[in-house]
């Protein structure tokens, strides 16, 4: 079917369809298909998840608290005398929380939310 003119209401309706259909199948159809680099994502996310996770429970184990300026408080109990400054884990994993989400907003208000 070549590209239908304009003539007449009918005709308008399918140059509607003849455009509707070039968008539609501007990809391969496919019934399905594997999304390897969504797939790559989502194993790389769950890989680096683990590793934090066994960063901070390594870091956790490892960290003796120093005596410091900080004095033993007995009003909160055993939590208030544990209480000491940030590890250094911590302080790196919330400036690359804190950088990932920046990236994430600067980037949905430059070029829009893409998903």
Same mark, same amino acid.
């Given at each position: 079917?070549?590209?239908?003119?304009?003539?007449?209401?009918?005709?308008? $309706? $399918?140059?509607?369809?003849?455009? $509707?259909?070039h968008k539609e199948t501007m990809q +391969?159809?496919? #019934?399905?298909?594997v999304q390897w680099i969504q797939l790559a994502w989502l194993w790389g996310f769950v890989i680096a998840l683990v590793l934090v996770l066994l960063l901070w429970?390594?870091?956790?184990?490892? #960290? +003796?608290?120093?005596?410091?300026?900080?004095?033993?408080? #007995?009003f909160g109990g055993y939590t208030t005398e544990l209480a000491g400054p940030a590890t250094l884990f911590f302080v790196l994993l919330t400036l690359g929380l804190t950088g990932w989400a920046g990236v994430l907003i600067v980037g949905h208000l430059v070029w829009g939310q893409k998903f």
């Open positions: 079917m070549g590209m239908p003119s304009g003539e007449s209401p009918q005709h308008a $309706q $399918q140059y509607y369809h003849y455009l $509707q259909a +391969r159809a496919d #019934t399905w298909h429970i390594w870091q956790y184990r490892s #960290t +003796r608290q120093k005596a410091g300026p900080y004095p033993v408080d #007995t």
